[in-house]
T-cell receptor
């Protein structure tokens, strides 16, 4: 069974640009969550999607957005990039929405903002 | 507020010695508890989970953890570590009413020395 696939793995952007990150979940998984990992703030929850609907949202500005497609693939977008957006963005998938689920994480997309 | 505290940011230990990584969480309701490991430039991998039942849970690679409700702790232990266990370890908690949202601790870097 293929794991969670995130693309691109690495990217460099400049301040003010926007970026779109993609996540393909494990086949059959309908929930996709996104996390931001930085040295200063650690791992922080961004949002969760299930069946194309946003179920939960973390405490991030509106520049951070996401969506989920009918095949469960998800994208997240960050507009008007700031230096502080430099981070590892991790996607995780699970079969359903339940606190008891085990999340399977992808390898992440490392974003550097110059 | 939901929070997870990992009491040690770094734990150095010699190979074949035992280790305990400490984790406390704040919650007055039922929680699900997880330990994840992250190797350099990789995503998170599940070590073990506590959902209900026996308070001693066993995971992969010889790790185990004990859930202590009265002390709101979920410490991770391994009786004999290997060089390959060098990585960052994250304790996380989820709640039934918040879906798959995980609240992570700040992480503990385990450094195994020969």
């Amino acid at each position: 069974k293929a794991g969670v696939t995130q693309t691109p793995r690495y990217l460099i952007k400049t301040r003010g640009q926007q970026v779109t990150l993609s996540c393909s979940p494990i086949s059959g998984h309908r929930s996709v969550s996104w996390y931001q990992q930085t040295p200063g703030q650690g791992l922080q929850f961004l949002f969760e999607y299930f069946s194309e609907t946003q179920r939960n949202k973390g405490n991030f500005p509106g520049r951070f957005s996401g969506r989920q497609f009918s095949n469960s693939r998800s994208e997240m977008n960050v507009s008007t990039l700031e230096l502080g957006d430099s981070a590892l963005y991790l996607c995780a998938s699970s079969p359903t929405v339940s606190g008891a689920n085990v999340l399977t994480f992808g390898a992440g997309s490392r974003l550097t903002v110059l | 507020a939901q929070s997870v505290t990992q009491l040690d940011s770094q734990v150095p230990v010699f190979e074949e010695a035992p280790v305990e990584l400490r984790c406390n969480y704040s919650s007055s309701v039922s929680v699900y508890l997880f330990w994840y490991v992250q190797y350099p430039n990789q995503g998170l991998q599940l070590l073990l989970k506590y959902l209900s039942g026996s308070t001693l849970v066993k995971g992969i690679n010889g790790f185990e953890a004990e859930f202590n409700k009265s002390q709101t702790s979920f410490h991770l232990r391994k009786p004999s570590v290997h060089i390959s266990d060098t990585a960052e370890y994250f304790c996380a908690v989820s709640y039934m009413e918040y879906g798959n949202k995980l609240v992570f601790g700040a992480g503990t870097i385990l450094r195994v020395k020969s």
